[in-house]
Structures are given as structure tokens and as C-alpha cells.
């Protein structure tokens, strides 16, 4: 009777046993499953980023935490000089084609401080690239290597090379004309379309006791014309931005408060479809000449008076002669007809 017992214990542990070993099997077969399912992810994913290094055409090399090469694109085997035997290599053993100094070194630094780093480089048929340098970082964020990319920059670097000389010669133009314009001697106030002042040579400074800066950006009539003058002023502007060219007399109002009258010359400058976008006037300061013809004119109005009075004088003069005579040859011959008168008795 007990050893019926301890068989039937024995067969219920071994159930249990077999239901355990029943239980660990299904869930090795779904943990398989799941390892299977994982790694053909694991497959696909590496596919893609195989798939995608080559699609995207650019120069990439990933390196360890080690600075050794883990892999690189198809288009970074010529650029650096690289071969498919070069994974496992330290970067510092492989001479790229491209003029970069101390690659390792700036390989250590982007490691060691975690920071990007961007170089412009030329390979040596002098073609630019711009060789970046980014931590290659983990799912725990930390640094385990380095991705270095290349990109090509030649039309963008030839361009700005371009762009930047032709601004540089722009500014030496402009300088130049600056200068040219300073040196005539003649104001220059050139004004945008709304008549802001937009250019005020040193001449104009000079002659209206302002600066560029002080004057920058108003209108002429508002900045340098007397009260009186302003809304001529004004028209006058107007009317500049249709004809070719005007000839004028302004008075501008100096800082001082004292008063220039200029000669001046008036043009727009057009764009090909026509309207002005600048007004330019130029002109001298006649202020003294203007000065010297007023005197003249009163020193020949002064002459005209005193020629007049001068021959009123000498017709009166002339008269009062005129009339002495005649009274002294009267008594002559008055004197002369009696002694006749005298000698005849």
C-alpha cells in the first residue's frame, strides 16, 4: 500500500514535471520566435543603413571608440583612400586624398569634448569639400566613436569666392567714386524715390554744417531748406524725377542758421522700365559770387546816380557859365557902345 503511494506521487511529480517542461518549452519556442523576429529586424535594419550609405552618394567612415574604421560608404574609398580591408584599421594609418592636417588629432578631439567640428578642405585636383567631424553617440548617449561626412561644397565655396571678390571690388568702386567726388570739390546729395537722403558727399557736409549721419534718411526740404522755400522745394523734386535734367538756384539753411544760395543740377537716375529710383543733385555754393553781384549791382546803381547828378551839375555849371558870359559880354559891349558914342563927339 505505501509503495502504491509513493508511485502515485512519483507519476503526479513527474506530471508536473512535464507540464513545467512542457510550459519552459513553449516559452523557449516563443523567446526563439521573438530572438528570430528580432534578428530579422536586426537584418532588415542593417540592410537599410547598408542600402542607405550607398544610396545617399556621400563620403562617410564610422569609427570606433577606438579610432578604428567600423565601416564606410563606396564613395569614400577614392576620396579617402580607403579598402575594404582598411575596417579595423586606425584612422591614423590611412592617407586620404584630401589636404586635412592631423586627422587623428581632430578625431580625438571630437571624442574626447563630444563637440562637432567642421573643416573646409581640397582634395588635390584642389576640388573643396567641407569635412565634418559629429560624435557617434548611443542609445545611453554616450560617445562611442566618430562620423566623419564629407560634402561638396566646390560651386557654393567658387561662388561665394566670386560673390565676395565682386563685393570687394564694389566697395573698392564705391570708395573710389567717394573719393573722385570728394576731390571735384562739388556737393553731391543723391535721394531715393520718396526724396530720403540716401548720399551726402564731404562738399555737402561742409557747405551745410552736417554730417551724413544727421541728415540720413529725411528729405532735403525738411532737413536743409528755408521755411519759406519748402513746398517749391518740394515740387521741384517732384518734378526732377520726370525731366532729364534741371538746372536750379536753392538756398539750403546751415546748421549754423546762416544761409548758402547753390547752383545746382538735377537728375533721376531710371531703371530700365522707367521710373526714378534716385535723384542726384549736384551744385557749387555761389554765396559770395551771388554777394559780389549784389554789390555790384548797387556800386552801378550808386555810378548811375552819381553820373546822373554829376551831369545835372555840369549842365547847371554850364548854364551859370553861359549866363555869366552873356551878362559880362553884355556890359562889354554896353561899355564899348558908349566910349564909341564918347570918341564920335
Same mark, same amino acid.
Given at each position: 500500500?505505501?509503495?502504491?503511494?509513493?508511485?502515485?506521487?512519483?507519476?503526479?511529480?513527474?506530471?508536473?514535471?512535464?507540464?513545467?517542461?512542457?510550459?519552459?518549452?513553449?516559452?523557449?519556442?516563443?523567446?526563439?520566435?521573438?530572438?528570430?523576429?528580432?534578428?530579422?529586424?536586426?537584418?532588415?535594419?542593417?540592410?537599410?543603413?547598408?542600402?542607405?550609405?550607398?544610396?545617399?552618394?556621400?563620403?562617410?567612415?564610422?569609427?570606433?571608440?577606438?579610432?578604428?574604421?567600423?565601416?564606410?560608404?563606396?564613395?569614400?574609398?577614392?576620396?579617402?583612400?580607403?579598402?575594404?580591408?582598411?575596417?579595423?584599421?586606425?584612422?591614423?594609418?590611412?592617407?586620404?586624398?584630401?589636404?586635412?592636417?592631423?586627422?587623428?588629432?581632430?578625431?580625438?578631439?571630437?571624442?574626447?569634448?563630444?563637440?562637432?567640428?567642421?573643416?573646409?578642405?581640397?582634395?588635390?585636383?584642389?576640388?573643396?569639400?567641407?569635412?565634418?567631424?559629429?560624435?557617434?553617440?548611443?542609445?545611453?548617449?554616450?560617445?562611442?566613436?566618430?562620423?566623419?561626412?564629407?560634402?561638396?561644397?566646390?560651386?557654393?565655396? /567658387?561662388?561665394?569666392?566670386?560673390?565676395?571678390?565682386?563685393?570687394?571690388?564694389?566697395?573698392?568702386? /564705391?570708395?573710389?567714386?567717394?573719393?573722385?567726388?570728394?576731390?571735384?570739390?562739388?556737393?553731391?546729395?543723391?535721394?531715393?524715390?520718396?526724396?530720403?537722403?540716401?548720399?551726402?558727399?564731404?562738399?555737402?557736409?561742409?557747405?551745410?554744417?552736417?554730417?551724413?549721419?544727421?541728415?540720413?534718411?529725411?528729405?532735403?526740404?525738411?532737413?536743409?531748406?528755408?521755411?519759406?522755400?519748402?513746398?517749391?522745394?518740394?515740387?521741384?523734386?517732384?518734378?526732377?524725377?520726370?525731366?532729364?535734367?534741371?538746372?536750379?538756384? +536753392?538756398?539750403?539753411?546751415?546748421?549754423?542758421?546762416?544761409?548758402?544760395?547753390?547752383?545746382?543740377? +538735377?537728375?533721376?537716375?531710371?531703371?530700365?522700365?522707367?521710373?526714378?529710383?534716385?535723384?542726384? +543733385?549736384?551744385?557749387?555754393?555761389?554765396?559770395?559770387?551771388?554777394?559780389?553781384?549784389?554789390?555790384? /549791382?548797387?556800386?552801378?546803381?550808386?555810378?548811375?546816380?552819381?553820373?546822373?547828378?554829376?551831369?545835372?551839375?555840369?549842365?547847371?555849371?554850364?548854364?551859370?557859365?553861359?549866363?555869366?558870359?552873356?551878362?559880362?559880354?553884355?556890359?562889354?559891349?554896353?561899355?564899348?557902345?558908349?566910349?564909341?558914342?564918347?570918341?564920335?563927339?
Amino acid at each position: 500500500m505505501s509503495t502504491n503511494e509513493e508511485l502515485q506521487s512519483t507519476n503526479e511529480e513527474l506530471e508536473t514535471a512535464k507540464e513545467e517542461l512542457q510550459s519552459s518549452n513553449e516559452e523557449l519556442t516563443t523567446l526563439n520566435e521573438e530572438l528570430q523576429n528580432r534578428n530579422a529586424e536586426l537584418g532588415q535594419m542593417a540592410n537599410d543603413l547598408s542600402n542607405l550609405l550607398v544610396g545617399v552618394n556621400l563620403p562617410i567612415v564610422m569609427l570606433g571608440g577606438d579610432r578604428r574604421i567600423r565601416r564606410f560608404t563606396p564613395a569614400a574609398q577614392g576620396l579617402l583612400n580607403l579598402i575594404p580591408g582598411d575596417i579595423g584599421r586606425p584612422i591614423g594609418n590611412i592617407k586620404p586624398n584630401i589636404e586635412v592636417d592631423n586627422l587623428e588629432a581632430l578625431v580625438a578631439e571630437v571624442i574626447g569634448k563630444g563637440d562637432t567640428l567642421e573643416r573646409d578642405v581640397q582634395d588635390r585636383k584642389g576640388h573643396w569639400y567641407s569635412l565634418r567631424l559629429r560624435p557617434y553617440k548611443t542609445a545611453e548617449n554616450k560617445t562611442d566613436g566618430v562620423l566623419i561626412a564629407l560634402l561638396d561644397i566646390d560651386v557654393l565655396k /567658387r561662388s561665394f569666392d566670386q560673390i565676395q571678390q565682386s563685393h570687394t571690388e564694389a566697395v573698392a568702386e /564705391r570708395d573710389l567714386s567717394s573719393t573722385l567726388l570728394d576731390m571735384t570739390g562739388a556737393l553731391v546729395v543723391v535721394r531715393d524715390a520718396a526724396g530720403r537722403i540716401v548720399g551726402f558727399n564731404h562738399a555737402a557736409e561742409e557747405i551745410s554744417g552736417y554730417s551724413f549721419n544727421e541728415v540720413k534718411g529725411k528729405t532735403l526740404w525738411s532737413a536743409l531748406t528755408p521755411p519759406e522755400e519748402r513746398d517749391h522745394a518740394k515740387a521741384s523734386f517732384e518734378a526732377s524725377r520726370e525731366d532729364v535734367t534741371k538746372n536750379h538756384e +536753392t538756398t539750403w539753411l546751415r546748421k549754423d542758421g546762416a544761409r548758402r544760395v547753390l547752383l545746382c543740377s +538735377t537728375f533721376a537716375r531710371r531703371d530700365p522700365a522707367g521710373p526714378a529710383n534716385h535723384v542726384v +543733385t549736384t551744385g557749387l555754393d555761389i554765396t559770395q559770387r551771388k554777394l559780389a553781384e549784389d554789390a555790384l /549791382r548797387d556800386s552801378e546803381q550808386q555810378l548811375r546816380a552819381l553820373t546822373a547828378s554829376l551831369y545835372t551839375a555840369q549842365e547847371d555849371e554850364r548854364k551859370r557859365v553861359a549866363r555869366d558870359l552873356h551878362d559880362d559880354l553884355n556890359q562889354r559891349m554896353g561899355m564899348l557902345a558908349i566910349e564909341v558914342q564918347m570918341l564920335e563927339r
